[in-house]
Nanobody, 126 residues
Framework: QVQLVESGGGLVQAGGSLRLSCAAS????????VGWFRQAPGKEREFVAA????????YYADSVKGRYTISRDNAKNTVYLQMNSLKPEDTAVYYC???????????????????WGQGTQVTVSS
């Protein structure tokens, strides 16, 4: 069993930056692929970024490519999402999720992830 806790959300002006953290319990977290998703009011949850268990590969939604960076520190059981040049349309609840199958390859789909955090609110004002 893995428990995920997100932190680092908040209110920021357009053009600003935030760094989200996803802290995990469980010694096997370093074997899990991890993704970040977001959900705005009235919209479906959407893929934002993902990182493989080793950190060797990263994947991004087109809408955040070049602005967001996902990284992980397996020694700290933590995955980060650095968000720069934030826009009002980035406003959402951000969730991290873990996939215990390191070879699934399905980084973009919510159904690939077994463990989810409770989410952290990110609000970008114009």
């Amino acid at each position: 069993q893995v428990q995920l806790v997100e932190s680092g959300g908040g209110l920021v002006q357009a053009g600003g930056s935030l760094r989200l953290s996803c802290a995990a319990s469980g010694r096997t977290f370093s074997n899990y692929n991890v993704g970040w998703f977001r959900q705005a009011p009235g919209k479906e949850r959407e893929f934002v970024a993902a990182i493989t268990w080793s950190g060797a590969r990263t994947y991004y939604a087109d809408s955040v490519k070049g602005r967001y960076t996902i990284s992980r520190d397996n020694a700290k059981n933590t995955v980060y999402l650095q968000m720069n040049s934030l826009k009002p349309e980035d406003t959402a609840v951000y969730y991290c999720a873990a996939d215990p199958d390191p070879y699934s390859g399905n980084y973009y789909y919510t159904s690939s992830y077994v463990y989810w955090g409770q989410g952290t609110q990110v609000t970008v004002s114009s």
